[in-house]
């Protein structure tokens, strides 16, 4: 079946330093979308990504996605005690659910 | 905002039991989701449901598991014959035609 991997599967880095994890799907996707989980939090949307080479920006966040569409990557600029948790990239294939990575779980030390 | 309620919040039950687990979406979102998320772990998709019925189930979702809208607004996924592996964080998610809604979770503990 559809598998959607991801890594790193923990990163710890120093407050200021960048940070970056990766989406490979198995299968090509629809869409992907990125979710955070805080610490005891339920994953919270941040983006979706639909066009083959996509790129988007929410402040020091970019989001990309590949043109064959089978990986997309998240890239954190100058991080902050505040972008601690999961990232959970999520692909959606042709039937329409939601396959989640296994997530990125980000520590910064401050 | 619009969000996802689900109850209880925290359900410990005994090994062979039968759990319900409750869910209100959002009320025009017209795809539901469950999902586990067994601690530290990824969230593993169990069950889409779309127009009153299944439309996609994973592995995990056996014979053992159920899911219901039994008052068109209520979303309840049942697990029969409880085991210790099933003791994990079960979201509920819905969505319209972009990002999924989840819900802050059912934690469940078997004993």
């Known amino acids: 079946g559809q598998q959607v991997m991801q890594i790193p599967q923990y990163q710890h880095v120093q407050e200021g330093e960048d940070f970056t994890t990766y989406c490979n799907s198995s299968t090509t996707l629809s869409n992907i979308q990125w979710y955070k989980q805080r610490p005891g939090g339920h994953p919270v949307f941040l983006i979706q990504l639909v066009k083959s080479g996509e790129v988007k920006k929410q402040k020091r966040l970019t989001f990309q996605f590949g043109e064959a569409k089978k990986n997309s990557s998240l890239h954190i600029t100058a991080t902050q005690t505040t972008d601690v948790g999961t990232y959970f990239c999520?692909?959606?294939?042709?039937?329409?659910?939601?396959?989640f990575g296994q997530g990125t779980t980000l520590q910064v030390k401050p | 905002e619009p969000e996802v309620t689900q109850t209880p919040s925290h359900q410990v039950t005994q090994m062979g039991q039968e759990v319900i687990l409750r869910c209100v979406p959002i009320?025009?979102?017209?795809?539901f989701y469950w999902y586990r998320q067994i601690l530290g772990q990824k969230v593993e998709f169990l069950v889409s449901?779309?127009?009153?019925?299944?439309?996609?189930k994973s592995e995990i979702f056996d014979d053992q598991f159920s899911v219901e809208r039994p008052d068109g607004s209520n979303f309840t996924l049942k697990i029969r014959s409880t085991k210790l592996e099933d003791s994990a964080m079960y979201f509920c998610?819905?969505?319209?035609?972009?990002?999924?809604?989840f819900g802050q979770g059912t934690r469940l503990t078997v004993v």
């Open positions: 999520a692909g959606t294939g042709n039937t329409g659910k939601l396959i």
């Open positions: 009320s025009n979102h017209l795809y």
């Open positions: 449901f779309y127009n009153n019925e299944i439309s996609e």
């Open positions: 998610a819905t969505r319209s035609n972009t990002e999924a809604f």
